[in-house]
């Protein structure tokens, strides 16, 4: 019995990718609607600060994610642009990975064009800058310094989207969703710097690492992963693909827990008996 | 010539390193301006930067192909892909939708980047599984508790996790999410402060090492 067990702990891997092909193909095909039931209060913090910003305010979006995390940061961003736009904010977007761009522009095809905003008067998309301290610093004194014009070569001072933006002075929040560290020179460059909220979007894997700035109020909020992305659409009421992708996390996560528990299982049964 | 070569770079990093330094705490017109520049010139040496790394990364790969070395197939791959980028970008002047049609860069970022970027990352979770299964095994008293935290928080993160705990334990009052709000508020917070407070500190004394001449490496050997 022992070398069977043995067998299974030294099995093919090859088993486990197909049996984890399995579990997440079919809830792709055929969601299975899990609840989510929980709202994390770092979440409902994000939501909270975006919310109470006034009607007609300029928020910054810095999404800053490229395909590698798409499905965990683009959830997130279409739920934060979505509502932005439901609250009548004006929207600026901004973005320091040059795998972004591409993106940016699936984002901006669909969802501004939803609620009926256009481009100049109540959104603007910015070229990528390579230099994201470099660009942060900048806008502190003269946001145009380094934005002189948007993306489709416009001047940026004459669009009506930016009427009575000069610096972070007339920016009540910032938004930056992003697989990399760049949140992390937001709040340190930018928000404990000029006294501007800062609210972030970035993977599951490293939200633990901003336990720190939640704790000390330097980040107003932040959704993490596609649990997080899950969580803020059903605040904004307006569920998408973090919804649906609940149900392939909570399958893969499952067989996650299982496989450990077997292993260690086996391990104490073949130790001790 | 040991001016030049020694005493001159030193100089130059040791003023204007104390200048940014100080700009960075003086709010006066002249600072504010003097950091602006220095931005300027940043993104200048960036895309100096960038093209010096490009030129890098075709010498690298192209001696590899030269020389038939082991895997000199998958440099062929680098080439394609920057041409498969770089073309349809110039033609299409770095816009990837023009009058509500996709571009050729549009076309290559959807269809190409987009899939194989995606691709690489989806391969991981494959690993992550493997590797939990084989190597996430208890031997000891610190691999005990890295696994109790571990699969709380994995319980946790998922709704049928929750729901999991709550028909188990949910007489206890403590829910999973409270649980999970403290390993991540009290133990997770305080090991991560701690690395973030000593990768400061570490990064100060480089700067000021640098500042002040003591770090030299940046100038070469010679």
Known sequence: MKEN???FLKIDRRWIFLALAMILFVPIIKPIGLPNKTISKDVQNAFNYLDKVPAGSFVLFSLDYDPSTRPELHPQAVAALRYAFKKNL?????????????????????????????????????????????????????????????IDGRDARSLPVMKGVRNYKDIPLIVNITGTSILDFWVAYVGDKYNVPVVGGVTAISQPGYGPYLQTGQLKGLIGGMKGAAEFESLVKEPGKGTSGIDALNLAHLMVLLLILTSNIILLVVRYL | MKI???????????????????SYYVPHKLSVDYVEQMNKWENIVFAFAFLLGLLSLFVSHYGKIRRRQDGWGYSI?????????????????????????????????????????????AVLAFYIVSTA???????????????????????????????????????????????????????????????????????????????FGIERQYMGKD
Do not use: C, H
């Not at chain 1, 939803?114 to 990528?128: I, L, R, S």
């Not at chain 2, 959807?110 to 899939?115: E, M, Q, S, T």
């Open chain 2, 4 to 22: 030049i070569k020694n005493y001159l770079p030193l100089a130059m990093v040791m003023v204007m390193g104390l200048l940014m330094l100080g």
């Open chain 2, 77 to 121: 791959f680098v080439f394609v892909g920057f041409l498969i980028m770089v073309v349809p970008s110039l033609i299409s002047g770095g816009k990837q939708m023009v009058d509500g049609q996709v571009t050729g860069l549009g076309w290559s970022f959807r269809y190409v980047y987009n899939a194989l970027s995606a691709t690489m990352f």
């Open chain 1, 90 to 150: 004006r929207v600026g977007i901004v973005t320091y990975i040059a795998g972004s761009t591409g993106l940016i522009q699936q984002l901006i095809e669909k969802v501004p064009a939803e609620a009926g905003k256009v481009n100049g008067t109540d959104y603007v998309v910015y070229p990528y800058m390579a230099n994201a301290v470099a660009a942060m610093t900048q806008m502190a004194s003269d946001f145009y310094g380094i934005y002189d014009k948007d």
């Open chain 1, 5 to 7: 067990l043995l067998k």
């Open chain 2, 133 to 211: 299964y084989r190597s996430f095994r208890i031997k000891s008293a610190q691999a005990f508790v890295l696994f109790v935290a571990a699969f709380i928080l994995i319980l946790g993160k998922v709704p049928l996790g929750q729901m999991a705990w709550e028909s188990v334990l949910g007489w206890t009052g403590y829910g999973i999410d409270r649980v999970i709000e403290w390993i991540m508020s009290v133990p997770a917070v305080a090991g991560k402060r701690g690395i973030m407070i000593g990768i400061a500190i570490g990064a100060i004394v480089t700067s000021l090492k640098i500042i």
